[in-house]
């Protein structure tokens, strides 16, 4: 059974800090791509980054890229997402997502926007900018 489980997130002020992680079980890092996505508050889910599973390349999206890492604990199945210097645009759900066929966007462009190419999800972690 695959599960992902996020945590870490919570209320920071801005210029602030978090790092979420994501617990993965049913597989290991290496057998596959994992995700993350957010929504706004009445917006739509859209990516923020992913990790592969050769090699651990990552992939940061342009809106974030300068603010957030991915990274991976291949002993402990874990996936992190540090996001720095955080706003009140990065108020949201932050899930982790993952695949084990490697994306079409992914094999095009290293892209990981897509949020139908993933079919497991986490429940989410709530992350709240305000001061």
């Known amino acids: 059974q695959v599960t992902l489980v996020e945590s870490g997130g919570g209320l920071v002020q801005p210029g602030g800090s978090l790092r979420l992680s994501c617990a993965v079980s049913?597989?290991?890092?290496?057998?596959?791509?994992i995700a993350w996505f957010r929504r706004a508050p009445g917006g739509t889910i859209e990516g923020v980054a992913c990790?592969?599973?050769?090699?651990?390349?990552?992939n940061i999206d342009a809106s974030v890229k300068d603010r957030f890492t991915t990274s991976r604990d291949n002993a402990n199945n874990d996936v992190y997402l540090q996001m720095d210097n955080l706003g009140p645009e990065d108020t949201g759900v932050y899930y982790c997502?993952?695949?084990?066929?490697?994306?079409?966007?992914?094999?095009?462009?290293?892209?990981?926007?897509?949020?139908?190419?993933?079919?497991?999800w986490g429940l989410g972690t709530l992350v709240i900018i305000s001061s």
């Open positions: 997502a993952a695949t084990q066929i490697r994306p079409p966007s992914w094999i095009r462009s290293r892209q990981c926007h897509l949020r139908q190419e993933y079919p497991f």
């Open positions: 049913g597989f290991t890092l290496d057998e596959a791509i």
């Open positions: 990790i592969s599973e050769r090699h651990g390349i990552a």
